[in-house]
């Protein structure tokens, strides 16, 4: 089992940064991929981004990318996302996710775990 807890979600201001962190625990943290998803109200869930377990490649939405930064600290069970350039569009729960395997990490019926969400919002 692992536990993933979400944290640094606000309200934001349009243009403005948030970074979200989301902490694991339980198995061995640096062998899961790791991915951040999203959920507006009245729409589906979204990948947004996704990091390799070692941290070797990263994957993003083509919505958020050049703004959006996903990073881990294997040391720290930790993966953040740095959120940058905010606009309203961003408005929703962000939700980290752990996956036992780097493929197809932008689907996410593939992931094992998640958190239990974050909300951003961001303000016109």
């Known amino acids: 089992q692992v536990q993933l807890v979400e944290s640094g979600g606000g309200l934001v201001q349009t243009g403005g940064s948030l970074r979200l962190s989301c902490a694991a625990s339980?198995?061995?943290?640096?062998?899961?991929?790791m991915g951040w998803f999203r959920q507006a109200p009245g729409k589906e869930r979204e990948f947004v981004s996704a990091?390799?377990?070692?941290?070797?490649?990263?994957y993003y939405a083509n919505s958020v990318k050049g703004r959006f930064t996903i990073s881990r600290d294997n040391a720290k069970n930790t993966v953040y996302l740095q959120m940058n350039s905010l606009i309203p569009e961003d408005t929703a729960v962000y939700y980290c996710?752990?996956?036992?395997?780097?493929?197809?990490?932008?689907?996410?019926?593939?992931?094992?775990?998640w958190g239990q969400g974050t909300q951003v919002t961001v303000s016109s």
């Open positions: 996710a752990a996956r036992g395997s780097s493929y197809r990490l932008t689907d996410s019926l593939n992931y094992d775990y």
């Open positions: 990091i390799t377990w070692s941290g070797g490649n990263s």
């Open positions: 339980g198995r061995t943290f640096s062998s899961y991929a």
